[in-house]
């Protein structure tokens, strides 16, 4: 079973910086698209940002496009979320997201995706 474990939440003031990472088991780590979400108490989880099998293709949540940056590295099986310029309302869960099975480049639908991290908790405040 694959399993993705997320690291690199904490308490940030706003305009402060945090780079989240999620590794992954297995083999196949290259064969996923890869995606980040977030879920704040009381609201649905949303997309934050995906990355294609090869990096080739990114996408981002307008709120977040010029502060956030996704990246992997497929040969230590890991996705990376830079994340600058943090607002108090980027505070959530952040959730790691492998597709295994995608015909697409990238998905922002949390129902296409087959695998998720526990999540870690970022906060933004000062």
């Known amino acids: 079973q694959v399993q993705l474990v997320e690291s690199g939440g904490g308490l940030v003031q706003p305009g402060g910086s945090l780079r989240l990472s999620c590794a992954a088991s297995?083999?196949?780590?290259?064969?996923?698209?890869m995606g980040w979400f977030r879920q704040a108490p009381g609201k649905e989880r949303e997309f934050v940002a995906a990355?294609?099998?090869?990096?080739?293709?990114?996408y981002y949540k307008d709120s977040v496009k010029g502060r956030f940056t996704i990246s992997r590295d497929n040969a230590k099986n890991t996705v990376y979320l830079q994340m600058n310029s943090l607002k108090p309302e980027d505070t959530a869960v952040y959730y790691c997201?492998?597709?295994?099975?995608?015909?697409?480049?990238?998905?922002?639908?949390?129902?296409?995706?087959?695998?998720w991290g526990q999540g870690t908790q970022v906060t933004v405040s000062s």
């Open positions: 997201a492998a597709d295994r099975d995608t015909r697409l480049i990238v998905t922002t639908e949390p129902g296409e995706y087959d695998f």
């Open positions: 990355i294609s099998r090869d990096s080739g293709y990114t």
């Open positions: 297995g083999r196949t780590f290259s064969t996923y698209v």
